[in-house]
């Protein structure tokens, strides 16, 4: 079954550094891979996708992610913290093509130190 | 553009008592739906999802139920609220393609007492 796995429920980064969620998946099929930024009190937002193509996917707010088949990998990254990247985020990989369902991680809660 | 919307914002119930969340999208039509759990530390729960009216798949076996008795509301109920039950819940929907992405809703803060 597809899976995907974040370490480190909490992850502290001082603003101007650099910030780096790891996500591993787990996948029977080719897969379609999603990060995902949750504020308080908030619905999910996309931040970014890797369905097929280019390994470098880059999206909103400055982070990119690169999707690394070999190491089963789909790292999110952003170079400079601000405080306002103060948030939850999520990996989610995709489990049935037909009707879309996602299987999520357990998410970073990331905090920004000033 | 589509939009999607959740109501109430905010719930708090006893336990044992009935319940009813509403989902409503704009704007597309014939969307999958997705209703989802957010429980403190455990990340999102897949709950239902529909790919057309009358149309519900349950992921995991609990007290809860979903309908969609409409092609754009997708609706979450229960009789006899736990309180386990207690929690985030999220509806989101995507238009069915192999890649897009899913929407989702802003969220009801459910506290079962």
């Known amino acids: 079954a597809q899976s995907v796995t974040q370490l480190g429920s909490h992850v502290s980064v001082s603003e101007g550094a650099l910030v780096l969620l790891r996500c591993n998946y787990s996948?029977?099929?080719?897969?379609?891979l999603f990060w995902y930024v949750q504020y308080p009190n908030q619905g999910l937002q996309l931040l970014l996708k890797?369905?097929?193509?280019?390994?470098l996917v880059k999206g909103i707010n400055g982070f990119e992610a690169e999707f690394k088949k070999s190491e089963t990998s789909f790292h999110l990254t952003k170079p400079s913290a601000h405080m306002s990247d103060a948030a939850e985020y999520f990996c989610?990989?995709?489990?049935?093509?037909?009707?879309?369902?996602?299987?999520f991680g357990k998410g970073n809660q990331v905090v920004v130190i000033p | 553009s589509q939009t999607i919307h959740q109501w109430p914002a905010t719930l708090v119930q006893p336990v044992g008592s009935p319940l009813s969340l509403e989902c409503t999208v704009e704007?597309?039509?014939?969307?999958?739906l997705y209703w989802y759990r957010q429980a403190a530390g455990r990340g999102l729960q897949l709950l239902f999802y529909?790919?057309?009216?009358?149309?519900i798949s349950s992921e995991v076996p609990q007290n809860l139920s979903a309908s969609r008795p409409q092609d754009r509301q997708f609706i979450l109920s229960s009789k006899k609220l736990l309180l386990s039950d207690s929690g985030f819940y999220l509806c989101?929907?995507?238009?069915?393609?192999?890649?897009?992405?899913?929407?989702f809703g802003p969220g009801t803060r459910l506290t079962v007492l």
């Open positions: 996948s029977s099929v080719p897969p379609y």
């Open positions: 989610a990989v995709s489990v049935s093509y037909g009707n879309n369902r996602l299987a």
């Open positions: 529909s790919i057309g009216i009358d149309q």
């Open positions: 989101a929907w995507t238009s069915g393609g192999r890649t897009d992405t899913q929407y």
């Open positions: 704007g597309t039509s014939n969307p999958n």
């Open positions: 890797y369905t097929t193509g280019a390994t």
